[in-house]
């Protein structure tokens, strides 16, 4: 029998917004596949690395050149028998590196009810009838939005930015400060629910505005901005200063002249992520990814609802209707990875401080663990698993056995593992980075 340790050429897409050339980490850890024949080119924007059996870019064995698809539609085995029922056939997870120059798309994905009504209605632009949880992971330094500030930041923002205001409509902005006042950060469901629908008002008030209207509004905002530096939106709010919102308006209008994205900032939580930080975003969660290198893991699915920073189909009616809503400090929307319990360490990687650290969403798709082998022989043993699992190396060199067959790993090498596989991580040096995405069905 084949031994399930299985090398991978993987895709990479060109999209605008992508870092271009070799500063991209996507394009770079796709040209590492020598069987990739990709020639990097310098002025092309390259934008996402696709580890997967999603149809759109699947992922291909190296020696055979025979789809994952195909390999484990075969072979039940290497996803595991229940994996396979439960997933039709299909990788559970897309695994992604994506590297990014200028901000993606203000954006939502559907929860699973809504993904299949939005497919049967609009194949063309919802191309697949599941849900789209997401994982990111920062591998450099990265900047984004991620999910509803809590409510005081967006009363301070609708009462310092007067363009703000106006676009908003001063009515619809007065009936969401007296409909939230006093009770913005209450623990009361009744109180929860109310604020969110004054939320939901709120926001489809602004995201419904005319495009001219949003042009000379912005006109007026980043005159402010570049004017009023630190002084910009009443010196900021509690999570960001107002040079540091002056300058981010500023940046993203060089980007997305006159948009209404400018506006929606006020409203999302700016975040900043350090290497090895992540965050978690649930279905219907809204977000919009600015600048930085990521890992990303998410439920097989490429449903995108657009409302801003985007020249792609927008559809705002579907993206105000959909969101959750929920408004939290962007510390709630962290996650805090955790030691990986199914995995040995030799001697050498304890003694260098090596980890293997678990990134463990709410979710039965995917979990993610980072391994940092600091020595050169630190070694990390994971325990077989009842299900599939990705490699990748974004740093270093070194080797992943599967029983008696040793492959060489290094800076975007890709390997599936299949499901009942022990796995052994060797480093050939000290700095050794990987990423393992993985699905087992267990209760979380």
């Keep these: 029998m084949q031994i399930p340790l299985i090398r991978l050429q993987c895709g990479v897409n060109s999209y605008e917004w992508g870092k271009v050339g070799s500063q991209s980490a996507a394009a770079k850890f796709a040209a590492a596949t020598p069987s990739n024949k990709l020639s990097i080119e310098q002025e092309k924007p390259y934008a996402e690395l696709w580890m997967g059996t999603h149809p759109s870019l699947p992922s291909k064995d190296v020696v055979t050149q025979r789809t994952l698809l195909d390999l484990v539609q075969d072979n039940q085995a290497l996803m595991s028998t229940?994996?396979?029922?439960?997933?039709?056939?299909?990788?559970?997870?897309?695994?992604?590196?994506?590297?990014?120059?200028?901000?993606?798309?203000?954006?939502?994905?559907?929860?699973?009810k809504l993904a299949e009504q939005l497919h049967a209605e609009d194949p063309k632009h919802y191309p697949d009838d599941n849900h789209k949880p997401e994982m990111t992971i920062a591998i450099t330094p990265f900047d984004g939005f991620c999910g509803f500030r809590p409510l005081k930041e967006i009363s301070h923002f609708l009462s310092t930015v007067s363009s703000f205001r106006k676009l908003v409509g001063n009515s619809a902005a007065k009936?969401?400060?007296?409909?939230?006042?006093?009770?913005?950060?209450?623990?009361s469901e009744k109180d929860i629910e109310k604020n969110k629908k004054a939320l939901q008002t709120v926001f489809s008030s602004l995201m419904e505005n005319e495009k001219d209207n949003v042009a000379s509004a912005a006109k007026e905002l980043v005159a402010s901005a570049e004017k009023e530096g630190q002084n910009f939106a009443g010196g900021g709010g509690p999570s960001n200063g107002g040079k540091e919102l002056a300058d981010l308006v500023v940046r993203l209008n060089g980007q997305f002249e006159g948009d209404i994205g400018l506006f929606v900032l006020f409203f999302l939580n700016y975040v900043k992520l350090e290497i090895g930080e992540a965050m978690f975003l649930k279905a219907d969660d809204i977000h919009a990814y600015l600048s930085g290198d990521i890992i990303e893991c998410m439920a097989s699915s490429d449903n995108v609802v657009r409302a801003g920073f985007t020249p792609k189909f927008q559809d705002i009616p579907t993206l105000t209707t959909m969101l959750t809503y929920s408004y939290?400090?962007?510390?709630?929307?962290?996650?805090?990875?955790?030691?990986?319990?199914?995995?040995?360490?030799?001697?050498?990687?304890?003694?260098?401080?090596?980890?293997?650290?678990?990134?463990?969403?709410?979710?039965?798709?995917?979990?993610?663990?980072r391994t940092e082998l600091k020595k050169k022989t630190a070694k990390a043993t994971f325990e077989a698993i009842e299900g599939p699992s990705i490699f990748i190396c974004t740093n270093g060199q070194g080797t992943i056995s599967v029983g008696p067959k040793t492959e060489e790993m290094k800076a975007g090498y890709i390997y599936f593992v299949g499901a009942t596989a022990e796995c052994v991580l060797e480093s050939q040096d000290d700095d050794f980075t990987t990423f393992k995405a993985f699905c087992e069905l267990i209760e979380k």
């Design 175 to 187: 009936d969401f400060e007296i409909a939230v006042s006093g009770h913005e950060t209450s623990d």
């Design 82 to 112: 229940e994996i396979s029922k439960k997933y039709r056939e299909k990788l559970p997870f897309l695994f992604k590196v994506l590297s990014i120059r200028k901000a993606l798309s203000i954006q939502a994905h559907p929860n699973k």
């Design 328 to 369: 939290a400090p962007i510390s709630e929307q962290k996650m805090d990875p955790v030691d990986y319990p199914y995995v040995t360490l030799n001697s050498t990687a304890y003694s260098s401080s090596s980890s293997a650290i678990l990134y463990d969403p709410p979710i039965e798709e995917f979990s993610v663990v």
